[in-house]
């Protein structure tokens, strides 16, 4: 049976990253230390990882990995990725562009981005918890769809949580240019659908959607 990506444990999500070969800010706060595995072993998990020598990777090893790596990214189980992947190609414009937006707008990665959440694995939990609104009405699914002109607050009674006070410190001026965010109102609002130029998540979305396309 599948796990959830929230389930993965800790030491998991670091050797998620040194699979990829960078860092895919999974631990929150942590991956911003030298105490990131990335840091500390930039070689792949495993007996053979550390050999000094580059694996060869094939045409579809690649493709695969990079879509790992965007799953891993955003929180994302195979099926639903493959339902974003089919409403990206509907959509008019670039694909792997779209296949981005997507993404980037759902309610729990908009929480991160907005600094409530220290990482999407804990925006995802703290919205099932039911500790956002949007417009005024609480949402408690992560993959819920904002939209530019979206507000979405910290709901009153979650606004002395702990880990959201401490995300809030932490996030410093890292909110993109898609987004406002009022951290001491605990309000954000979505400017726009954010533009491939504005989202920094390191991916090769064209390759992804290759690999959708055999």
Known sequence: MSKSPNSVSGDARCRQCRRAGEKLYLKGTRCYTKKCAIEKRNYPPGQHGNTGRPAKITDYGMQLREKQKMRQL????????????DEAVRRKGVTGANLLQLLEMRLDNVVYRLGFAASRAQGRQLVNHGHFQVNGRPVDIPSYQVRANDTIE???GARRIPVIQDAIAGAGNRTPSWLSVNPNQFSGKVLAAPRRDEVDSDVSEQIIIEFYSR
């Open 74 to 85: 955003y929180r994302v189980l195979e099926g639903p990725f493959r339902t974003y992947v």
């Open 154 to 156: 910290v709901v009153e």
